[in-house]
């Protein structure tokens, strides 16, 4: 799922590359520098239930279940028209 979203956000970066050079009526341009940024959020435990929880001997784990993450890629950098 990350994958596919790196590869949205370049395709991303290049398609406004080509806006910025036809905006200037150049021939090509070169990618000079690009940063890719990923992020992903999962939800941690709270501190207050796990000290409740360890205070407590006698209550049964709790069972895992799957759930969401959000996950967020940007790409900025620099570019050079001919």
């Known amino acids: 799922m990350r994958s ?3 590869l949205c956000a370049v395709a991303a970066f290049r398609s406004r590359a080509e806006i ?3 905006s200037f009526s150049g021939r090509a341009y070169k990618i000079r520098k ?3 940024n990923t992020s992903g959020f999962v939800p941690q435990p709270r501190p207050y239930m796990a000290a ?3 205070a407590s001997a006698d209550v049964a ?3 895992l279940e799957g759930g969401q993450s959000m996950i967020t890629v940007s790409a900025n950098g620099t570019i050079e028209v001919e």
């Open 52 to 54: 409740r929880a360890m």
């Open 61 to 63: 784990p709790q069972p």
């Open 4 to 6: 596919s979203r790196v």
């Open 34 to 36: 690009i940063r890719l």
């Open 20 to 22: 910025v050079r036809q």
